[in-house]
């Protein structure tokens, strides 16, 4: 019973993930004819990014603080501490502010995304919507994308800022570092491509997370648990695509590059 629950249960996601690529395909689609409600889009724009910005940040320093202390000891011990600032700024760009920052909106608006679409869905809006001829995915999916795409990359910037004042005050208060080496080491190791990256993961985070949010509300089914079930199965498989398109991501980008802290020595 209990086995045939649960390929009826991964039948079932596999099938929603599916709907999830097809509608992403719907959206480059309507995108390229220029369907865009830009009162929704911008209202959708201020739930992404100002409404997220206080968690994100609040994540970001602690981050970087809790790095700091695991590595400033270390590389102190082996006469490396003036490496401290560019090896901070490195993890941080390449991955923990467009990773982490992204799992933060998955958990807060992707399965707002799930649970909103989703009570439209089950109460019927949606079909109220298709009667009076207006396109769901023109008015609710497009904003949510559009949104994303360009909240979250604003967001891991202002992440990887804060991520580094973080290890700065660990760094300099705890481990007594001299802030000119703390800085000067972050702007060696550094260059113009990591930003670029990190921006480039965190637009793709951002479709992949108001895809699989709207995607998910709109194939739900079965009233208030389906509105439940939907808004979990939306913000753990968000969770796991950006997981494992961030390994093939980083392995375009950084996979047969020069080494970071060589240059930056």
């Known amino acids: 019973m209990n086995q045939t629950t649960s390929k009826s249960s991964l039948g079932e996601w596999s099938q929603r993930l599916l709907a999830a690529i097809f509608l992403g395909g719907q959206v480059l689609v309507h995108l390229l004819r220029g369907k865009i409600h830009r009162r929704n889009t911008l209202e959708q724009m201020a739930a992404v990014g100002p ?6 940040l609040l994540t970001a320093i602690f981050v970087g603080a809790v790095f700091t202390i ?5 590389f102190i011990n082996f006469g490396a501490g003036n490496i401290i600032g560019g090896v901070l700024s490195i993890a941080l760009t390449r991955e923990l502010s467009p990773v982490l920052t992204a799992v933060v909106l998955a958990g807060r608006v992707g399965s707002a995304f799930a649970a909103e679409i989703g009570t439209m869905r089950v109460t019927e ?3 109220a919507m298709l009667m009076l001829k207006t396109d769901p995915i023109d008015y609710l999916v497009i904003p949510r994308v559009i949104a994303c795409c360009l909240m979250l990359p604003i967001l891991t910037l202002l992440s990887l800022i804060t991520g580094m004042f973080g290890g700065f005050i660990i760094a300099t208060n705890v481990y007594n570092l001299s802030d000119t080496v703390f800085l000067d080491s972050a702007r060696n190791f550094l260059g113009i491509w990591d930003i670029i990256s990190a921006m480039l993961k965190a637009f793709c985070f951002g479709i992949l997370i108001a895809v699989i949010g709207c995607s998910w509300g709109l ?3 079965g009233g208030a648990k389906g509105v439940g079930q939907s808004t979990t199965t939306a913000v753990v498989t ?3 695509i950006i997981f494992v398109s961030n390994f093939f991501l980083s392995w375009l980008m950084f996979q047969g590059l020069g080494s970071a802290f060589l240059k930056g020595l």
């Open 51 to 56: 409404d997220s910005l206080f968690i994100a």
């Open 70 to 74: 695991q590595v400033a000891r270390e």
């Open 125 to 127: 809006q949606i079909d």
């Open 219 to 221: 194939t739900t089914t």
């Open 238 to 240: 968000a969770l796991l």
